[in-house]
């Protein structure tokens, strides 16, 4: 198989920002490079702010309801630039061919609908209004849902967090998308049903082959399941590569994150912490946005833009400048 | 953003403000040194504004100018009494409720505040001035035996918050008086929030006084009075529409002035708990 | 380490507890209901007693006052008598609390009506106005608090707050006299007097003292909605709704609208109150044969039982409505929390 073809999307210095007539442009994320193959699981990790969200936002194009916008770059799905399309063509991807579960399962199914009514609304948009009950009685079933027939009818305060989740991946699922967002589907869920929820999420990457982008802010749970991570600060991604590269870190961010993690922390040792806070947005310094909470930093990381992704596509690229002298050390 | 609000805010305010200064200014000199009293009677009937009567003349060939000028003391003031008296009452029977331990006392007089409360306001009004007989002094009993209902109600819930806040409990460690707690630490806190209450409720009862006035039941003629003039003047609105227009005008100016006061320290009130 | 395993139990155990969770939302949905109820009686309890008392505890006695200066000692003891005024209050309570529970509220002081009479043959006509007002204000709040939740200039917001704060200060009976004005006299488009009660053909007088009545409860009505929308706007269903791409009226009805009627519910039915004051004073200027118009008539001749009857209706009516207006607000949106 040729790179071209297995490639799903591609975004390239993806820029988003607010702009408003009058005033100067809040960048919210530059520098924004990755790429997402057929049937590949990518998890894209950082913490709050770093920009994350606004990039699924970016691809399911939800940007406008929020006055923000693409300011530059691209983002290549099945080789269609999604920063160029109007309203009807998004109507035709948005929650179709792109599905999104979102971020908060208490909050992200519609209080006054049945669970019934949500599918229907979400498979009435591909489907025959016959085939409808089964299909959703299909879809319940897909994401491991028992007593179909009584949660159907169920609103989504009957439902615990982790039911009201599946249900929501359900509807995401109804249009057989190709890629499926799923935006940090695990927040306020109890730790077993969080693993429940990533295991579902794997067989659906498994059986149905959609490849699915996970956000989320804990580098362990995506090092779990996903094939390939991204890691992003400060609205940049700052390296690239898969869960295997990842493993031995080359960014200054990444390895920090990756000591901080609780999981791997050795039993009575210093639970260690990034030092310092991400910069706010509009308060990016010169050169390497990671500069000031990095160990590693010399004359050089403060000059400049923030560095790009060194090293090919498809390998493992970091943006640091001193990224040799780390893997060495 | 929020500093615009700020601004705004405080544009209305200000404009409330003199609204409501300019009414009072004209309320207390219009009727000193104007020609014509309040009440007196010439042969000039509804006469049409001109440059001699401003507002032009009523049935009786009283000068509408000066009879809406020299009501203005008695609609805001009754309408000020019949708000304070219910304010300071609703707010001490209130906060005693919240912050008292028995359990009975609590549910019947807390159940009390809700009948009172069922019944509609303006209709509850009318039915006790119906009892006291027609009067301002009646309307303003009235309003303070309706209205501190609704005082006691936002207090008693507010008291129960106050209550449990740690300077109370730092005062009551303290070994300070009860009274003292009462009157310096709670009812202070409590009434910040009754008394914005009392500056929209303040709207309500001004047109409640004059809609009383306006039904039959108000100040006994032939003192000036807002409602009173726009009902005796109803009658001839097809002939004579000043009478009665200029009446309702300044009703509703007043109104207005005490909305925009209320509204700019909401405005005020909302950006500052944003922050 | 999170655990890879999705074992059957776990999941067994999640959706069984799930079976439950609809029959501890009926326990619970009956122990509110239950406590509201009884809420709604007592207080009930407290409208009868006000109401009772008003005739007992006014200063000087009613019965003289009713009959006037020149009425004779004699005429004075045998209406005294009548209304039972002479025994003692406890039993006058009880009286009149068994007498009202079994629809009995007493006899004018002077025709001999029933009151219950009196307010079944007028109820009508206020109820007509009432509900005519109240859908009038709910079919103009809608759009606009729709358009200026969805506007993002903040110059309409400015517009919107101090424009209905505005008109919250317009009294009701002076905008009744201009509107009488301009569409009675000007336009000749509402009758000068007269009233016919057949459904159709009485809208000819009530719509002018409905829509006027309506504009005392449009500024409150769309405060509450917009602000009710704008929380629902920062909801993250309102994005899933976007998503999903429903068609655009599905999405303001479904998505906006449905999720945040149910403050705008609850208040309606606490607004019901004020609507009631408002139609009294309509009901005097367009001379309507409403309750209203018979209370101020009761007052006026001093008929104090048709007062009292009056007041203890409306009392009743207010705290079964708000009763409704909870439970339907519940019954919407079970995020609402009864209170």
Avoid at chain 1, 112 to 136: M, W
Avoid at chain 3, 72 to 98: H, I, M, N, S
Avoid at chain 3, 115 to 139: D, K, Q, R, W, Y
Wanted: glycine residues 8%; aromatic residues 8%.
């Amino acid at each position: 198989m040729s790179s071209l073809e297995k490639k799903l999307l591609e975004l390239t210095n993806l820029e988003i920002g607010i702009v408003k007539p009058g005033r100067k442009t809040l960048v919210l994320v530059n520098q924004a490079n990755f790429q997402v193959d057929y049937g590949q699981m990518v998890g894209i990790v950082g913490e709050s702010g770093s920009g994350k969200t606004m990039v699924c936002r970016a691809i399911i194009g939800t940007l406008q309801r929020r006055g923000v916008s693409i300011i530059g770059g691209q983002v290549l799905f099945e080789g269609e630039d999604l920063s160029q399309i109007n309203e009807a063509r998004w109507k035709v991807l948005r929650g179709k061919v792109i599905g999104y579960v979102p971020q908060s399962a208490l909050a992200g199914p519609n209080p006054v609908l049945t669970v019934a009514k949500q599918l229907a609304e979400a498979l009435e948009q591909i489907e025959g209004t016959e085939s409808i009950k089964s299909r959703s009685k299909e879809m319940l079933d897909l994401v491991k849902i028992r007593r179909i027939d009584t949660v159907m009818k169920q609103y989504p305060y009957q439902l615990s967090g982790g039911m009201r989740q599946r249900v929501m991946i359900a509807c995401a699922l109804a249009s057989k998308p190709k890629l499926l967002i799923a935006d940090e589907p695990t927040t306020g869920l109890d730790v077993t049903v969080q693993s429940q929820i990533m295991e579902l999420l794997k067989e659906i990457r498994r059986d149905l082959g959609t490849a699915i982008i996970l956000i989320s802010h804990d580098l362990a749970l995506v090092d779990e399941v996903c094939d390939k991570i991204v890691v992003m600060h400060a609205g940049a991604t700052v390296e690239v590569g898969t869960t295997e590269d990842l493993s031995r870190p080359r960014h200054p961010y990444t390895i920090a994150l990756n000591s901080s993690r609780i999981d791997i922390a050795k039993p009575g040792g210093e639970l260690i912490t990034i030092k310092g806070n991400p910069p706010s947005v509009g308060q990016w310094m010169q050169g390497c946005r990671f500069a000031e909470r990095c160990d590693y930093k010399d004359t050089d990381c403060s000059v400049g833009e923030q560095p790009p992704l060194f090293g090919d596509k498809d390998k493992h690229q970091t943006a640091c400048l001193h990224a040799d002298k780390i893997v060495r050390a | 953003m929020t500093k615009k609000q700020r601004e705004e805010g405080k544009f209305d305010i200000y404009c409330g403000l003199s609204m409501l200064s300019l009414m009072l200014v004209g309320g207390l000199l219009v009727p000193l040194l104007s020609k014509y009293g309040a009440n007196e009677v010439t042969a000039d009937q509804m006469m049409s504004p001109s440059l001699e009567h401003f507002f032009g003349t009523d049935l009786l060939g009283r000068d509408v100018f000066v009879r809406v000028f020299s009501a203005v003391f008695i609609d805001l003031g009754a309408a000020f009494i019949g708000v304070l008296i219910p304010l300071s009452v609703g707010t001490v029977i209130g906060t005693l409720l919240g912050i008292s331990k028995n359990r009975r006392i609590k549910g019947v007089v807390g159940s009390l505040i809700d009948g009172i409360n069922a019944f509609p306001f303006l209709i509850f009004v009318i039915a006790l001035v119906a009892f006291l007989g027609a009067g301002l002094g009646s309307i303003i009993v009235a309003l303070s035996l309706v209205n501190w209902a609704r005082y006691a109600r936002i207090a008693r819930t507010r008291a129960v918050v106050i209550n449990q806040q740690g300077y109370v409990e730092a005062a009551r460690t303290l070994g300070y008086r009860p009274t003292r707690i009462l009157f310096r630490h709670i009812i202070p806190n409590v009434s910040s929030e009754t008394r914005a209450y009392a500056l929209s409720d303040f709207i309500i009862v001004i047109i409640a006084v004059a809609a009383l006035s306006f039904l039959g039941l108000g100040v006994n003629p032939p003192q000036a009075e807002w409602g009173g003039m726009i009902k005796d003047a109803s009658n001839i609105i097809t002939l004579a529409w000043w009478a009665s227009v200029f009446p309702g005008l300044a009703l509703s100016w007043a109104g207005i002035s005490v909305a925009l006061i209320s509204e700019g320290l909401n405005r005020r009130n909302r950006e500052g708990s944003q922050r | 380490m999170i655990s890879r395993n999705l074992s059957d139990e776990s999941l067994g155990e999640e959706i069984s507890s799930e079976q439950q969770a609809p029959n501890k939302n009926r326990g619970e949905l009956r122990r509110t209901f239950q406590g509201r109820i009884l809420r709604s009686c007592i207080v009930s309890f407290w409208v009868m007693f006000i109401a009772f008392s008003l005739l007992r505890i006014s200063p000087g006695d009613p019965i003289r006052l009713a009959l006037g200066t020149d009425a004779t000692e004699e005429a004075v003891k045998v209406l005294r008598e009548k209304f039972g005024l002479d025994k003692p209050f406890l039993v006058q309570f009880y009286d009149y609390f068994t007498g009202a529970l079994s629809g009995n509220i007493g006899v004018s002081f002077f025709s001999q009506r029933q009151v219950n009479e009196v307010i079944s043959t007028h109820l009508p006509v206020t109820a007509m106005i009432i509900i005519l007002s109240m859908g009038a204000a709910i079919f103009i709040s809608i759009p606009i608090a729709l358009s200026v939740a969805l506007s993002s200039r903040s110059s309409s917001k400015r517009v919107f707050g101090v424009s209905t704060s505005i008109s919250l200060a317009i009294p009701g009976f002076f905008l009744a006299l201009l509107g009488l004005l301009y569409f009675g006299t000007v336009l000749n488009w509402v009758p000068a007097a007269g009233y016919e009660g057949e459904f159709p053909k009485n809208l000819k007088y009530l719509w002018l003292p409905a829509l006027v009545n309506c504009f005392s409860l449009v500024p409150i009505l769309t405060r509450v909605l917009h602000s009710s929308l704008m929380d629902t706007l920062d909801e993250e269903f309102v994005e899933t709704g976007v998503i999903r791409g429903v068609s655009k009226i599905k999405f303001y009805w479904s998505y906006l609208l449905r999720p945040s009627l149910a403050p705008t519910v609850v208040l309606m039915s606490y607004m019901v109150g004020v609507m009631i004051g408002g139609t009294v004073v309509m009901e005097t200027i367009f001379s309507l044969p409403g309750i209203g118009r018979e209370l101020i008539q009761a007052v006026s001749t001093r008929d104090y039982a048709v007062v009292q009857g009056i007041i203890l209706v409306f009392g009743l009516i207010v705290v079964f409505v708000s009763f409704v207006g909870d439970l339907l607000g519940y019954l919407l949106d079970r995020r609402v929390t009864l209170s």
